[in-house]
């Protein structure tokens, strides 16, 4: 599975901003889809995750994302986004979209990922 993140860029303070994840095709068998975020001179950090069972839909957030992020996915497009309100600065930081065949409900570490792609730089003016 090939990942790729886009929609970073620069944005005021206050602003949104939208990251699409688009994998590969064959996902059929992905069932949980996150976002990381890696800040300068920070660690990684958990933001969002989505996964599948059958119809239903799970989401869980890091505690600074609640509110104010929102992740959703378009499985015919094999598409998740992140779509991010009321940025501040201390949202600047490269993300990246990650992807596992195993479900997982509620936040995620990085290990429990096995596919990544390459990030998306997000700054945050203010």
């Known amino acids: 599975v090939q990942l790729q993140a886009f929609g970073g860029g620069l944005v005021q303070a206050g602003g949104s901003l939208r990251l699409s994840c688009e994998a590969s095709a064959r996902t059929a068998s992905i069932y949980t889809v996150a976002w990381f975020r890696q800040a300068p001179g920070k660690e990684r950090e958990f933001v969002a995750t989505i996964s599948w069972n059958g119809e239903i839909i799970y989401t869980s957030y890091a505690d600074f994302a609640k509110g104010r992020f929102t992740i959703s996915g378009d499985t015919a497009k094999n598409t998740v986004s992140l779509q991010m309100d009321s940025l501040e600065p201390e949202d600047t930081a490269d993300y990246s979209c990650?992807?596992?065949?195993?479900?997982?409900?509620?936040?995620?570490?990085?290990?429990?990922?096995?596919?990544w792609g390459k990030g998306t730089l997000v700054t945050v003016s203010s």
């Open positions: 990650a992807a596992s065949r195993t479900r997982y409900i509620g936040k995620v570490s990085a290990n429990d990922m096995a596919y």
